[in-house]
Structure formats: structure tokens, C-alpha cells
């Protein structure tokens, strides 16, 4: 439509994400005669947020309509919503390095 006024767009913002990210991780060395055990692990947990809201404009055909609010058309953008994405991942190890001979000391 030629001349008209529009507010309210673009469309499809605001939109936003937000990612987190936890992780928790530790291990251990231990010494038994010719071994040497490793052990350890690791959690890790993500978090994305992805947000959209239902956004609406206003179209108005004269700016005389806009001073007095006199919109002659609204739209609004249906089905946008919110997503939420969460994930884990586990890791564990184990580890036994032996020595053949005990190396003596130079």
C-alpha cells in the first residue's frame, strides 16, 4: 500500500539466545609398586534458551490517522515461542601404566 505508516516491525524480533554451559571435572593419580592408576571423570550439562515473541504491527494510511490512532490494519506473527534445549554428557576413565623394571637411580 502506497503512503502508508507502518510501527511495530520488523518481524520476528526481539529474538534472543542464551547459552550455558556447566562442567564439573576431576581425577586422580595413585601409586601402587610398578602401577601408576589413573582414574577421573567429567559432567557437563548445556543449556541453550532461544527466545521469539509473538510480535504485531500497526499500519496506519495517513499521518493525521497515526496523531489521532486510527490504525487501518494490525498483523501479528503467530507461533513463535520459546525453545529450550537442554543436554548432558558423562566421561569417565581409568588408566594403569606399569613399568617392566624398576629404573634405578641415575
Not at 4 to 23: A, H, K, N, S, W
Not at 36 to 46: H, L, N, S, Y
Not at 87 to 102: G, H, L, P, R, T
Amino acid at each position: 500500500m502506497a503512503g502508508t505508516i507502518g510501527f511495530g516491525g520488523p518481524l520476528g524480533e526481539p529474538q534472543g539466545r542464551g547459552d550455558t554451559t556447566f562442567v564439573l571435572n576431576d581425577g586422580f593419580s595413585w601409586l601402587k609398586g610398578r602401577h601408576t592408576f589413573m582414574f577421573g571423570g567429567e559432567i557437563r550439562r548445556a543449556y541453550n534458551n532461544n527466545i521469539a515473541f509473538n510480535i504485531g504491527s500497526l499500519t496506519y494510511s495517513t499521518l493525521d490517522n497515526f496523531l489521532n490512532d486510527r490504525a487501518n490494519a494490525f498483523t501479528v506473527q503467530l507461533g513463535s515461542g520459546n525453545d529450550k534445549i537442554s543436554a548432558a554428557c558423562y566421561d569417565v576413565f581409568a588408566q594403569d601404566s606399569f613399568k617392566n623394571k624398576i629404573q634405578p637411580d641415575a
